[in-house]
T-cell receptor, first 110, second 112 residues
Framework: QKEVEQNSGPLSVPEGAIASLNCTYS??????FFWYRQYSGKSPELIMF????GDKEDGRFTAQLNKASQYVSLLIRDSQPSDSATYLC??????????FGAGTILRVKS | EAQVTQNPRYLITVTGKKLTVTCSQN?????MSWYRQDPGLGLRQIYY???????DKGDVPEGYKVSRKEKRNFPLILESPSPNQTSLYFC???????????FGPGTRLTVL
């Protein structure tokens, strides 16, 4: 079982819709959770981080964390074609190791 | 401007010819690491460094070496590159190991 799992996609949504990206992790003791966006051929860049259960909103982005169920999600409201990218989930596991998922490809169609 | 730089950005080489990919950060970060990214496998950590002269293996260290003689620099060395090391390489830095990672622009390496 992979430590951090994401559906590889591609996830296709129409412009203006809500895109929902999910990530599950294996370590119940995980404390920090990150979402990175990576455009094709470019380096990952941080979108959001979340440490506490519940929702965290930043503009069109909302991160949701449920530690009991060991999943973290990213919602993108009013999706734009410029949101088309690969989204990487990263989780700190076993105290001091940052583990990345393989990423979900998002395609927003205009 | 706060940044992580890598050089070269693109490199085509042949099997067995030693190469070094440089990485430098100007944010005074203690933690630096190298990742390789391959389709379907995501980012896999090669080596990391907690501080000057402190380095350790990540998940896929075979065939690679690193050094950390200065806080800002963390070069990746391939002593005898092989075709299975063809990949996209990223250097990253952060304040601590579990903090937000700041990535360099990437180095696309092809080993023939």
């Amino acid at each position: 079982q992979k430590e951090v799992e994401q559906n590889s996609g591609p996830l296709s949504v129409p412009e203006g819709a809500i895109a929902s990206l999910n990530c599950t992790y294996s370590d119940r003791g995980s404390q920090s959770f990150f979402w990175y966006r990576q455009y094709s051929g470019k380096s990952p860049e941080l979108i959001m981080f979340i440490y506490s259960n519940g929702d965290k909103e930043d503009g069109r982005f909302t991160a949701q964390l449920n530690k009991a169920s060991q999943y973290v999600s990213l919602l993108i409201r009013d999706s734009q074609p410029s949101d088309s990218a690969t989204y990487l989930c990263a989780v700190t596991e076993y105290g001091n190791k940052l583990v990345f998922g393989a990423g979900t490809i998002l395609r927003v169609k205009s | 401007e706060a940044q992580v730089t890598q050089n070269p950005r693109y490199l085509i080489t042949v099997t067995g010819k030693k190469l070094t990919v440089t990485c430098s950060q100007n944010m005074n970060h203690e933690y630096m690491s190298w990742y390789r990214q391959d389709p379907g496998l995501g980012l896999r950590q090669i080596y990391y460094s907690m501080n000057v002269e402190v380095t350790d293996k990540g998940d896929v260290p075979e065939g690679y070496k690193v050094s950390r003689k200065e806080k800002r620099n963390f070069p990746l060395i391939l002593e005898s590159p092989s075709p299975n090391q063809t990949s996209l390489y990223f250097c990253a830095s952060s304040l601590k190991r579990t903090d937000t990672q700041y990535f360099g622009p990437g180095t696309r390496l092809t080993v023939l």
